[in-house]
């Protein structure tokens, strides 16, 4: 039966009330990082992916003792989740990729990969997104910062990082959940590919060292940058010509045990300090491109440099094309 014209305008004003209701209750994201009492007041406005290593956790009882002296909460095992978070193995956010006749392991997965892996985890299009970690650990951290980098390539800004974690949300006394959330799908979609604004290959990387037309910024720890020691997957000792050495152990402050962010003007004066222009062209690596989402979540997103990039197939990609590395010291 057709409908009448009042009946037709009846249901197009509904529509408009309930887009309208849908805007009203959708969350406006303060920047890239959020806090726990931001998230914890917009909770329901936000879609919550929880990326860890051990996903066991998710559902198992933490652990938190109180000092009989300063009442001070301490954080023993991290255990639980947010209730309705979503939950994001870490293993599954990476894949093995060709390049040029090689197999290159840990990289980011093709956009419909990609696509079908956010979906999976129930994530919708226009809603905002906060990634979360445990944050106990600078490795389970750099998790979320490695996922938050691979939405950006895929066209994702409504996209933040939960500042401590879920360790700071229980060290906080905060509800939490056991429960494992029932499966569904999202209809998330690739927004754009910006691999050229954020991903670096080979090719540019080459191109930094000959022509210094980018600042190269090592992830790792001194142990290797100095080639004392190396993964398994890196088929060298050292670091690439030039680069300039940003540690793990400055990335982040721990606060009670939660890893959290520091200013902006700390970072700056940190990454001055180890002969890096935090507003200059530069491109972040590591060992397989985990590490290096830190530096490039620093720069890019906390100190607005639209002019940083990540390798990502890091010293593995590098070392397995017969690259050189430099400033290996004697191990004898």
């Not at 303060?30 to 996903?55: K, Y």
Request: charged share 20%; proline share 4%.
């Amino acid at each position: 039966m057709m409908k009448s014209v009042k009946q037709i305008a009846l249901l197009g004003l509904s529509c408009l009330l309930t887009a309208a209701a849908g805007l009203l209750h959708a969350a406006t994201l303060p920047g890239p990082v959020v806090s726990t009492a931001w998230l914890a007041s917009h909770l329901d406005e936000v879609q919550l992916i929880d990326v860890r290593s051990n996903p066991a956790s998710f559902s198992a009882q933490p652990e938190i003792e109180t000092d009989a002296k300063t009442g001070k909460k301490v954080l023993q095992e991290v255990g639980g989740h947010i209730a309705g978070a979503q939950l994001l193995d870490a293993k599954l956010m990476r894949t093995d990729r060709m390049i040029d006749g090689q197999k290159i392991k840990y990289m980011i997965p093709e956009a419909a990969d990609f696509a079908k892996l956010v979906q999976s985890l129930g994530v919708n299009g226009g809603k905002a997104i906060v990634l979360m970690s445990p944050a106990t650990d600078i490795g389970e951290v750099n998790d979320a910062l490695r996922m938050y980098w691979q939405f950006k390539v895929y066209g994702e800004d409504n996209i933040a990082v939960l500042d401590g974690g879920l360790a700071a949300w229980l060290l906080e006394g905060r509800a939490y959940a056991l429960d494992k959330p029932a499966a569904k799908t999202g209809n998330w979609r690739v927004l754009a590919d910006r691999t050229a604004r954020y991903f670096a290959g080979t090719a540019e990387v080459r191109q930094a060292v000959a022509q210094h037309s980018a600042s190269l910024v090592d992830a790792r720890d001194l142990k290797s940058y100095h080639g004392l020691v190396k993964r398994d997957y890196v088929a060298g000792y050292g670091h690439i010509e030039g680069a300039r050495l940003f540690p793990t152990e400055l990335l982040m402050k721990s606060d009670g045990g939660a890893l959290k962010f520091m200013s902006a003007n700390t970072y700056r004066a940190l990454l001055a300090g180890q002969g890096i222009d935090s507003s200059a062209p530069a491109i972040s690596y590591c060992n397989s491109g985990h590490l290096s989402s830190g530096p490039w979540f620093v720069m890019s997103e906390l100190l607005a440099n639209t002019a940083v990039r990540l390798y990502d197939g890091s010293l593995h990609e590098w070392t397995m094309e017969k690259q050189p590395l430099t400033g290996a010291v004697p191990l004898n």
